[in-house]
């Protein structure tokens, strides 16, 4: 098993795509041990035979309908409107733009695209350093998968059956946390060097104006609202919620902002049949690689070894975090917590949704560190510069990033507050 461990991230460093990694891996341990290779297929089928994980195609959907319809310039420009005035300006208004935008797409991919591609020109263009601006675009992307809905909150719902509502939930704190952070940051950037990071264009405060924006921007923000509202009260499950926000978006697309044309249809289908198709192919292949980790018991071997070091409930969790980070360094978010899960969720001697959020935020950690780092290099290619560039600007928001990460693994009530309230 752990030859075949080793093929798999060799395939990972030479550019093998990590569906394909996995599901060679598997091919090959199914091979050597004289098993039949139709498992290979079965698995794989019935690792997107799931009912809990069509809410994945279905909130993607909706998320791109959402962009398409011009909800993410309604958004920004609410946002520009409430906080564009403090020093830091634009800074503020991506963070907080992503807060809002993170209830509304569930992906910090789809959040650093489409708020990248607005606002990190438009912070050029006001004075700000270029590469600043991407590093704030891909920081604050990261809140677009705690802040419910959250597609990786899915997955991890769909393994361990722990309740998705409260997932959602346990996550609002946690975004907010990283949100704050960063805003501060952004406040203490601005008022040591302006020059290059407050930016010489600046809204003053106008509260109709912040008014006007708010109503304008209100049939989005709205969205999260009934998804969380409706799963919660047991109106419908996570699924039939993604259904339902995709239907909501084209009411809102059609009727209400009228910017949702034919062309605009057709590009939004093939953009989430082409994203969803590569998560869902991802999902399916890692449910084989992780039946071959369970035919050799390799979750109970981790499980050993890490209780061989150190019994201490929190030791225990310092470790799996390091191990998860090491992980996520060199996989995508969704492939590392489809493998991941299965092997920590049992050895964790804490409460499920706790230990549900310190994997999302561990996994988000791995995507803006390099050298995978997948949301650093959409990132790179939305905003034209150099991957190395960005690194300078990004290590202070990492570093915040795991002080959140830190602040949930350690202080429970911070992400369960809200859950045990609803219980």
Not at 156 to 179: D, E, H, N, Q, R
């Amino acid at each position: 098993m752990w030859m075949i461990i080793g093929i798999f991230f060799l395939m990972l460093l030479i550019g093998v795509p990590v569906a394909f990694g996995v599901g060679i891996s598997s091919m090959l341990y199914l091979a050597l041990n004289g098993k039949d290779l139709v498992i290979l297929t079965q698995r794989i089928f019935a690792g997107g035979d799931s009912f809990t994980l069509m809410a994945i195609p279905l909130f993607i959907f909706a998320g791109e309908i959402m962009n398409a319809c011009g909800v993410t310039k309604r958004i920004v420009g609410f946002a520009n409107e409430l906080v564009g005035f403090i020093p830091g300006g634009l800074a503020h208004v991506n963070i907080l733009a992503s807060m809002l935008f993170a209830g509304v797409s569930g992906s910090t991919s789809a959040d650093v695209a489409s708020i990248g591609g607005m606002l990190i020109g438009s912070m050029d263009e006001a004075g700000f350093d270029r590469d600043y601006a991407t590093a704030v675009t891909a920081a604050s992307a990261t809140i677009g998968s705690i802040i419910p809905p959250s597609i990786l909150m899915v997955l991890y719902s769909s393994i361990t059956g722990i309740s998705v509502g409260k997932l959602f939930m346990a996550g609002v704190i946690p975004g907010i946390l990283v949100g704050v952070s960063q805003m501060i940051y952004a406040f203490i950037k601005a008022k040591k060097n302006p020059a290059k990071y407050d930016g010489d264009v600046k809204v003053k405060f106008d509260f109709k104006r912040m008014v006007k924006s708010f109503i304008n921007a209100l049939p989005a923000l709205v969205m999260p609202l009934i998804i969380i509202g409706g799963i919660l009260s047991g109106v419908f499950t996570a699924t039939e919620a993604g259904a339902i926000a995709g239907a909501y978006g084209l009411i809102i697309g059609i009727f209400v902002y009228k910017e949702f044309t034919f062309e605009g249809a057709i590009k939004t289908v093939l953009s989430a049949a082409r994203t969803s198709g590569m998560t869902m192919l991802i999902v399916a292949s890692t449910t084989a690689f992780g039946y071959c980790l369970a035919i050799e018991k390799f979750p109970e071997q981790v499980s050993a070894l890490l209780t061989g070091i150190s019994t201490n409930p929190n030791v225990l969790m310092l470790l799996m975090i390091i191990a998860m980070c090491i992980i996520g360094m060199f996989m995508d978010t969704t492939s590392a917590a489809i493998i991941m899960v299965p092997i920590f969720y049992p050895i964790a001697a804490i409460d499920g949704i706790h230990f549900g959020m310190v994997m999302v935020l561990t996994f988000i950690l791995g995507g803006i560190t390099p050298p995978v780092g997948v949301t650093l290099y959409i990132a790179t290619a939305v905003a034209k510069i150099k991957f190395t560039n960005l690194l300078k600007e990004m290590w202070p928001f990492i570093l915040l990033f795991i002080a959140v990460m830190f602040a949930v693994a350690y202080c429970p009530a911070i992400c369960l507050t809200i859950p045990n309230m609803l219980a």
